[in-house]
C-alpha cells in the first residue's frame, strides 16, 4: 500500500505542477479547445463533405492525447532531467519504475480531463455523438503510449532547451500536416499518404472509428498506431539517459 500512496502521490504532484504551467495548461487544454470551437464555427478548412464539428471533434480528441502524453510529459521529463531533479528522484525511496508510473497516471488523469471538457464542448456545437466504448479505449491506450514514448525518447536524449524546441516543432508539424488540423484525404497526394503512416493520423482515424466518423478505421490503421506503440517506448528505453546532458 506505501508502494501505491507513494506513484498516486508524485502524480498528484505532477498534476499540480502542470496545472501552475501557463503554457502546459495551453497546450493541453487551449490548443484543442480553440481548434474545435473555431474551426467548427468558422468554415475554413478543408473537411470534405461532413459537418465541421463532427469530423474535427475525432482531431481534437487525438489532439489532447498528444498534448498530454507527448508534448506534457516530454517537455517536464527534459527539464527534470537537465536540472538533475529526475536522476535525484530516480534514487530516492520513490524509485525510478514508480517515478515512471506516477507520470503513466498523471498522464491518464489530464487526458481523461481534457477529453471530457472537449467532448461536451463538442455536443454543445451540435456534435452528432457515437460513442464507441472498446475502440476509444484501445486509441486512448495506444495513442498514448505511442506518444508517450516519443516525448520519453526526446527527453532522454537532448538537452532540456533542445527538447523544447523540438518537442514544440513536432507538436506543430503534426498540427498541421500530421492529419490534425486537415484529414489526411485533404492533404496533397505524397503529404496525406505519409501522414496516414504517421501515429497521429492513425490515432485520429482510430478516434473517428470510436467517435462516430464517416470515416472509420481499418486493421491497416490499427496496426500503424499499434506498431508506434511498440516503436516508441522501446527507442526511448533504449536510448534514455536519467542524468543531465550538457
Known amino acids: 500500500m506505501s508502494a501505491v500512496r507513494a506513484v498516486v502521490a508524485q502524480a498528484r504532484t505532477e498534476v499540480v505542477l502542470a496545472v501552475r504551467q501557463g503554457e502546459q495548461l495551453l497546450v493541453a487544454l487551449g490548443i484543442p479547445l480553440l481548434v474545435l470551437v473555431f474551426f467548427s464555427v468558422v468554415d475554413v478548412l478543408p473537411l470534405g463533405s461532413g459537418r465541421p464539428v463532427d469530423v474535427l471533434t475525432p482531431s481534437v480528441a487525438a489532439l489532447a492525447v498528444l498534448s498530454a502524453s507527448m508534448v506534457g510529459v516530454g517537455i517536464s521529463t527534459g527539464f527534470e532531467r537537465h536540472y538533475g531533479v529526475l536522476?535525484?528522484?530516480g534514487v530516492s525511496p520513490l524509485t525510478r519504475p514508480r517515478l515512471l508510473g506516477a507520470k503513466a497516471l498523471a498522464t491518464v488523469a489530464t487526458e481523461a480531463v481534457q477529453l471530457a471538457v472537449l467532448?461536451?464542448?463538442?455536443?454543445?456545437?451540435?456534435?452528432?455523438?457515437?460513442?464507441?466504448?472498446?475502440?476509444?479505449?484501445?486509441?486512448?491506450?495506444l495513442g498514448t503510449v505511442a506518444f508517450g514514448g516519443l516525448g520519453m525518447l526526446l527527453?532522454?536524449?537532448?538537452s532540456g532547451p533542445a527538447n523544447l524546441a523540438v518537442n514544440n516543432a513536432v507538436y506543430l508539424l503534426l498540427l498541421?500536416?500530421?492529419?490534425?488540423?486537415?484529414?489526411?484525404?485533404?492533404l496533397p497526394g505524397p503529404v496525406g499518404a505519409v501522414a496516414d503512416l504517421l501515429p497521429s493520423g492513425a490515432l485520429i482515424a482510430a478516434m473517428g472509428d470510436a467517435l462516430g466518423s464517416a470515416d472509420t478505421a481499418g486493421a491497416g490503421t490499427w496496426l500503424v498506431l499499434a506498431a508506434w506503440a511498440v516503436v516508441t517506448p522501446v527507442a526511448a528505453a533504449a536510448t534514455f539517459s536519467w542524468a543531465p546532458r550538457d
Open 119 to 141: 467532448l461536451v464542448v463538442a455536443l454543445v456545437l451540435g456534435w452528432d455523438a457515437s460513442f464507441s466504448f472498446v475502440p476509444f479505449v484501445g486509441a486512448i491506450v
Open 176 to 186: 498541421l500536416f500530421g492529419g490534425v488540423a486537415v484529414p489526411a484525404a485533404e
Open 87 to 89: 536522476k535525484r528522484l
Open 155 to 158: 527527453a532522454g536524449v537532448l
